[in-house]
Nanobody, 120 residues
Framework: VQLQAFGGGLVQAGGSLRLSCAAS????????MGWYRQAPGKQRELVAA???????KYAESVKGRFTISRDNAKNTVYLQMNSLELEDTAVYYC???????????????WGQGTLVTVSS
C-alpha cells in the first residue's frame, strides 16, 4: 500500500497549508491514518495520527497548530497546518495503519511524500 500526499508547497512563516492524502480500498473507515515528516538531516517522525473512531494524537511540536481529520466518504485524510514555523520544513508522508488504532503497525511503504517549505 503506497499512499500519495498532496498539498505541499512554499509558504511564509505564520502561514497555512492543508495536506491531503487519498487511500484506496473499502476498509478506509476502519483504518487509522497518520501523517509523518522528515526534515533535512533528521529522522522521520510522527506528526499526527487519527484512529478509525476519530481519536487524534499529535507531536508536541505541532499541538495547537496542526489538525488531522478524515473524510471517510472520500477515503481521504487531511492535515491542516497553521502558524507554520521554519522548523516545519520537511517532506510529509501519509501512512495507513493495520487496524483502527494508531498504536498498530504501519502498512505498506513511504511513497514520495509532499514537500513543505517554510520561509522567513
Amino acid at each position: 500500500v503506497q499512499l500519495q500526499a498532496f498539498g505541499g508547497g512554499l509558504v511564509q512563516a505564520g502561514g497555512s497549508l492543508r495536506l491531503s492524502c487519498a487511500a484506496s480500498g473499502s476498509d478506509f473507515s476502519g483504518t487509522a491514518m497518520g501523517w509523518y515528516r522528515q526534515a533535512p538531516g533528521k529522522q522521520r517522525e510522527l506528526v499526527a495520527a487519527i484512529s478509525s473512531g476519530g481519536s487524534t494524537k499529535y507531536a508536541e511540536s505541532v499541538k495547537g497548530r496542526f489538525t488531522i481529520s478524515r473524510d471517510n466518504a472520500k477515503n481521504t485524510v487531511y492535515l491542516q497546518m497553521n502558524s507554520l514555523e521554519l522548523e516545519d520544513t520537511a517532506v510529509y508522508y501519509c501512512r495507513k495503519y493495520y487496524g483502527g488504532s494508531y498504536s498498530g503497525l504501519l502498512i505498506g511503504s513511504w511513497g514520495q511524500g509532499t514537500l513543505v517549505t517554510v520561509s522567513s
